[in-house]
């Protein structure tokens, strides 16, 4: 009966062996062994062996944040012998910081990190979470304390590029790779957000009396431009209007010359053998002036010259010659 208890109780702790030897460890997760107290190494994903009683997990202690549906935030801490090799993200609660011109603001940050050493991450920090938590609240503290609240409110991006730098380079001690960090929330004090919106305000009624008074520039310079162009348009066409009209008036005087020319011609051509063509020309003209001197509505009294007696004494001799010329 004693061995047959003996044996059973061998069974099981064969079995209890067994069972606690066997480690399965998940993807993109290790385990940090210790042998007696001492680091014997890192157990990859996958079906792992190890001695019980002899080889242990290293557990570590990881804070962790929770916010409530209040807005408080919760704070615990667990403890776990496997690390996740996956980018974690931390969410920092909102911390008071005060800024260069002596403002006080409320900030919350998100750090996005990743374990790349897990034997670093174990024995070179005892609360890695905390560890990087406190680094963040003391740097962004720093970052924020060298500008103004105007800087802080458009330089997001530089703030979050800096701080990622210095948290890279501090945690590269404790194997942890910081990916990004972004800040979530800048929230100035109730005051300072009434001056800003108030700034903001006037600025946006500055901008758009500038606007106004670029448009009505804008449409006066058109208006001018549309007058200026429309009288040189019109002085234009009353320039070629008059050149125009000069030809025209040219051209007429240049043809009425011509049949004048041309009348002249066939009249001294037809008179030629019978008498004077000069003195009938003279006399033709001054029939043709007297004409226009005595027409009209009005009695006229016209003074000749003496001159003139002679010339009228010559129509005689024109009907003469035209007589002559005829035959």
Known sequence: MGSIIFIMLLIIF??????????????????????????????????????PLIDNPRSIAWKQNQTLADGRTYTYYSFKDRIDLRESVFDFPRQNVITKDN?????????YFQIVNPKSAVYEIQNL??????????????????????????????????????????SNKWGVKVNRVELQDVIPP????????????????????ILEAEGLKKSAILEAEGLKESAINKAEGEKQAAILKA???????????????????LTIEAIANSGQPDKYLIAMKYLETLKEMVSGQNNKVIYMPYEATGVLSSVDGIKQMLDGAKK
């Open 247 to 265: 030809q025209g008036l040219a051209d007429a005087r240049i043809l009425q010359a011509e049949a004048e020319k041309k009348a002249i011609e």
């Open 190 to 209: 109730a005051d300072i957000q009434a001056s800003m919106e108030k700034q903001m305000k006037a600025e946006r009624d500055r901008r758009a009396a």
């Open 14 to 51: 064969a079995l209890i062996f067994c069972v606690k030897s066997i480690k399965i460890v998940q993807q993109a997760e290790v385990m940090i062994i210790e042998r007696l107290g001492k680091f014997d190494r890192i157990l990859e994903s996958g079906f792992q062996f190890i001695i």
């Open 103 to 111: 403002v006080s603001i409320g900030i919350n940050a998100l750090i």
């Open 129 to 170: 979470p905390e560890a990087i938590e406190k680094l963040t609240q003391t740097t962004l503290r720093n970052i924020i304390g060298e500008l103004d609240l105007d800087e802080v409110l458009v330089s997001r991006d530089t703030i979050n590029h800096k701080l990622r730098n210095i948290l890279d380079e501090a």
